[in-house]
T-cell receptor
Framework: DAGITQSPRHKVTETGTPVTLRCHQT?????MYWYRQDPGHGLRLIHY???????DKGEVSDGYSVSRSKTEDFLLTLESATSSQTSVYFC??????????????FGPGTRLTVT | LAKTTQPISMDSYEGQEVNITCSHN???????ITWYQQFPSQGPRFIIQ???TKVTNEVASLFIPADRKSSTLSLPRVSLSDTAVYYC??????????????FGKGTKLSVIP
């Protein structure tokens, strides 16, 4: 399995509090992604990064921000958590090979509950 | 965003071949089509990737017609352990500006003994 870890794996927080999720990779892959997964919606892209300090928005970026100061770390921040952000969050990495995006390797996920 | 469309669910008996089709009308010219498998409480796992025609690996085949507006994942002789959700992933060039990745909503495959 690709070396991807997510922390924390589970978190319960209150509405209005800031939350930061961390994704760490040991593969030196260029691309990193944050997805959320909710019943009935499948996986939806929040933000992605194509290099250190290079990020872009995905389909559901409102209410989220990201930062990538090192190749190996990609942080997802909820500035003020809301109940609608209760979800399972997955980080993924990829390295372009042939096609522009390449195969993605996913982390184990973080289950976030906002009460 | 362009949509990808997959059947919500499928049932199959053990030992049968299963074909899951994904429609993706706005696929980008240079993008690849990728399929993932996901078990409960785990992240998705790569199955197969292709650009056109047919690709085969040790677990599946991927059929892509010339217009590339759809693709079909073929699982030969499924077993109970193939019970999972299968996702189709393609690029999306329909939005202005940034490049969007689009997962289908997934097809839940149930393999019956």
């Amino acid at each position: 399995d690709a070396g991807i870890t997510q922390s924390p794996r589970h978190k319960v927080t209150e509405t209005g509090t800031p939350v930061t999720l961390r994704c760490h990779q040991t593969e030196n892959h260029r691309y990193m992604y944050w997805y959320r997964q909710d019943p009935g919606h499948g996986l939806r892209l929040i933000h992605y990064s194509y290099g250190v300090k290079d990020t872009d928005k995905g389909e559901v970026s409102d209410g989220y921000s990201v930062s990538r100061s090192k190749t190996e770390d990609f942080l997802l921040t909820l500035e003020s958590a809301t109940s609608s952000q209760t979800s399972v969050y997955f980080c993924a990495i990829s390295e372009p090979s042939g096609g522009p995006r390449g195969e993605q390797y996913f982390g184990p996920g973080t289950r976030l509950t906002v009460t | 965003l362009a949509k990808t469309t997959q059947p919500i669910s499928m049932d199959s008996y053990e030992g049968q071949e299963v074909n899951i089709t994904c429609s993706h009308n706005n696929i980008a010219t240079n993008d690849y089509i990728t399929w993932y498998q996901q078990f409960p409480s785990q992240g998705p796992r790569f199955i197969i990737q292709g650009y056109k025609t047919k690709v085969t690996n040790e677990v599946a085949s991927l059929f892509i017609p010339a217009d590339r507006k759809s693709s079909t994942l073929s699982l030969p002789r499924v077993s109970l352990s193939d019970t999972a959700v299968y996702y189709c992933l393609v690029g999306d060039n329909s939005g202005a500006g940034s490049y969007q990745l689009t997962f289908g909503k997934g097809t839940k495959l149930s393999v019956i003994p």
